[in-house]
């Protein structure tokens, strides 16, 4: 498991926070830091992302706070939608438990069922209307609505697009020096992850494909395989926890 713009303590957040190995972790343990990680509040996420990214037998995650729980982001898989869960319900998760459905967990935390109470609802209502002269009523149900900020909407074919296209092309990278990491975006939408080590020598290099979406009215560059990569503008790309500015 490691870090992604996060004091060492978890206490703050920010770009100048270096990621960090933390190794293999127990349940306990994660579920420490995952207490610590939902305290962010919206307003101390403007302008940084810190997340976890952890690993189990469900796959490769990043982990992000929201609203006091987690959204659990498969970091192989930018078309999947976010899985926003409590922090105690994370390692389990990971381990390849399956959740328990909201109607179980909300019994065993002492809280009536949602399904329940809208029934005697609808039935006392029903009752209610047969025995008024003349009385219509009219009942609509909507379920409850995802949360646009986990959706991506699509980019029409037009200038923006193009603009988007325009900006995401080139290369960008997170610095010169040894374990810096690079993007190369081409027009034709394929895109190149490298990843350098001591003496600039390449530890890794990976190729995917990639479609340009918006997400809350951000460009973010959907992959396969490297994730969800976002345009914050055109010399800076913001992927994995970390800030890539284009290069010459």
Not at 9 to 35: C, M, T, V, W
Not at 151 to 173: C, I, K, M
Request: glycine fraction near 8%; aromatic fraction near 6%; charge should be negative.
């Amino acid at each position: 498991m490691s870090t992604r713009q996060l004091a060492p303590d978890l206490g703050a957040a920010g770009a100048e926070h270096d990621p960090r190995d933390l190794g293999q972790l127990g349940a306990s343990q994660l579920n420490s830091l995952l207490e610590k990680l939902v305290t962010f509040t919206p307003d101390k996420l403007v302008d940084a992302d810190p997340h976890l990214v952890v690993s189990g037998r469900r796959g490769r995650f990043l982990v992000r706070p929201s609203r006091g729980k987690v959204r659990l982001f498969d970091a192989t898989d930018a078309t999947r939608d976010p899985l926003e869960i409590t922090a105690p319900e994370v390692a389990d998760y990971l381990d390849g438990c399956e959740l328990k459905p909201v109607a179980e967990a909300a019994e065993a935390a002492g809280v009536p069922d949602a399904t329940n109470t809208r029934m005697g609802l609808v039935i006392a209502l029903l009752v209610l209307s047969t025995t008024m002269v003349g009385a219509s009523a009219y009942f609509t149900f909507r379920p409850a609505t995802i949360d646009a900020d986990v959706r991506y909407s699509e980019v029409t074919p037009g200038a923006q697009l193009v603009s988007f296209q325009q900006q995401f092309t080139g290369t960008f990278a997170t610095g010169t020096g040894d374990g810096s990491r690079m993007l190369i975006f081409s027009a034709g939408k394929l895109v190149r992850f490298v990843e350098h080590g001591p003496n600039h020598v390449v530890v890794d290099e990976r190729n995917d494909t990639y479609q340009i979406a918006l997400r809350e009215n951000t460009p973010v560059a959907r992959t396969i395989h490297l994730g969800p990569i976002d345009l914050r503008d055109a010399k800076t790309l913001f992927y994995a926890g970390e800030t890539y500015t284009r290069q010459p």
